[in-house]
């Protein structure tokens, strides 16, 4: 291990400046226009695990390629998948970003880009642990196989097949992902369970056209009225969802659970302050902890209806449309959850106006053992690389083919983030601590000891 760390601090500065060379790539997989750049970061990908020493290969989807990469199998050893995502979020409003999302700049030792916490630098750090190992003639304890694909912020939709079709390839102990997060750098954490996902969207039309709003106005529905109507019956004053059946599958939090996510640093005006905002709101009973990770939800991601220009523009607009995601915890089923909320939404439409519901993209929640073998070994892991205790996390977030992983594949997964709280992920001046990425490779490096005991 002392030449693979060695070789880690050694070459520190290249994998800073390969990081941001990676992130320099607009790969955002929402909007077709960047086609060709998610061509391009894919090989790049798979030139640069060439380079660190890997077998690797594009794998044509019907969608965007899968870089797949591997030291090889020999017979024998225990073979584990690294899982990461090279497409990114759109990174609008541009207005918002202090540097241009896609020119990497380092202030105070963070690197600022867009994809560079979620989830470039995360899986770049995994690639140069391995790299390590094989430039030094270290022992590499298992085989690994890195697939990285490009679809994860659009919701994974080919990958389920691409996991069948290569299902023998991909046969492993585990599947090994830093996708998520942990509380601070003296706080690493191993994640143990993710919130799951189902995405829709309403339309709700009243006329066929845009009316005069003097001539036609209080003779009949409003959409936009309509639609804010609808949306504000779906929370109470508990801040509760209101949808039957919504809270059914919902398992409570236990006493253990409960300890575990107190330990979670926490200030009220620090949080408030880190929000903008002047009071916190959400489900009454749990605290805000247990509502962002361990408690399901209800948000809207964004309304449109009627004339958003300069100046005013007297009408009663034709339709009005919403966006909606909800974040669901273990036990709860993305499918099922979209069923209520729409037949709940149907029913309390009024006739004076047409609704339209449409079902986006969804993930199943997931949990995993905290206390087995693998487990286990990553929290030593984290805590060689980290040197402070690390804890077990909840995580609010989704990740939504780690259910395909499990019932395709037949593992479990190794959830190991290095992305800190304030890195902002989908917001603009998306963040990576030098110090997450260099202790992310060092965590990495162990893992494969601590793995083998």
Not at 170 to 177: D, H, Q, S
Request: glycine letters at 8%; charged letters at 25%; a neutral charge.
């Amino acid at each position: 291990m002392e030449k693979v760390l060695a070789y880690l601090q050694k070459n520190q500065s290249r994998f800073i400046q390969e990081l941001c060379d990676y992130v320099r790539f607009p790969s955002v997989s929402a909007q077709p226009a960047h086609k060709e750049d998610m061509n391009r970061a894919a090989n790049w990908l798979a030139e640069r695990a060439r380079a660190a020493g890997l077998e690797a290969r594009l794998e044509k989807t019907p969608g965007n390629p899968v870089v797949m990469a591997t030291t090889g199998r020999r017979k024998g050893r225990p073979h584990y998948v690294i899982y990461g995502h090279y497409d990114v979020q759109p990174p609008e409003p541009f207005d918002l970003w202090k540097t241009p999302p896609f020119e990497p700049t380092i202030r105070d030792r963070k690197i600022f880009a867009r994809g560079v916490s979620d989830n470039k630098g995360q899986h770049l750090a995994h690639l140069y642990a391995i790299e390590a190992y094989l430039k030094t003639n270290t022992e590499l304890p298992a085989d690994v196989t890195f697939l990285v694909e490009g679809e994860e912020e659009v919701g994974s939709n080919n990958l389920a097949a691409f996991l069948k079709s290569h299902r023998e390839e991909l046969a492993c102990e585990a599947f090994v992902i830093s996708d998520t997060g942990m509380p601070s750098l003296k706080q690493p954490a191993l994640t143990y369970a993710l919130r799951g996902l189902t995405a829709f969207e309403i339309k709700v039309t009243g006329p066929n056209r845009d009316l005069h709003s003097g001539i036609f106005g209080g003779t009949l529905e409003n959409p936009a009225m309509a639609l804010c109507q609808l949306l504000a019956q779906l929370r109470d004053k508990k801040g509760r969802v209101n949808i039957p059946g919504f809270y059914d599958d919902v398992k409570p939090l236990t006493k253990l659970e409960r300890a575990e996510m107190s330990r979670l640093p926490y200030k009220e005006n620090d949080f408030k302050k880190f929000l903008g905002v002047r009071e916190l709101a959400g489900e009454e009973g749990f605290t805000p902890n247990e509502r962002r990770s361990a408690r399901p939800t209800l948000e809207i991601n964004g309304l449109t209806s009627g004339y958003q220009g300069a100046g005013s523009k007297t009408i009663v607009p034709s339709w009005a449309s919403v966006k909606i995601t909800c974040r669901l915890v273990p036990n709860q089923s993305p499918k099922k959850i979209f069923k209520l909320a729409a037949a709940h939404l149907k029913k309390i439409c009024p006739p004076t106006v047409k609704i339209e519901i449409t079902e986006g993209h969804g993930g199943d929640p997931c949990i995993v053992d905290p206390t087995s073998d693998i487990a286990k070994a990553g929290l030593r892991a984290l805590e060689k690389a980290f040197d402070a205790k690390p804890m077990l996390l909840r995580e609010g977030g989704s990740i939504p083919i780690l259910n395909d992983i499990k019932k395709i594949i037949g593992v479990d997964t190794l959830l190991l983030g290095l992305a800190l709280p304030d890195d902002n992920a989908h917001s603009p001046n998306e963040k990576f601590e030098i110090e997450s990425f260099t202790r992310g490779m060092q965590m990495a490096a162990y893992l494969w000891q601590e793995l083998n005991v």
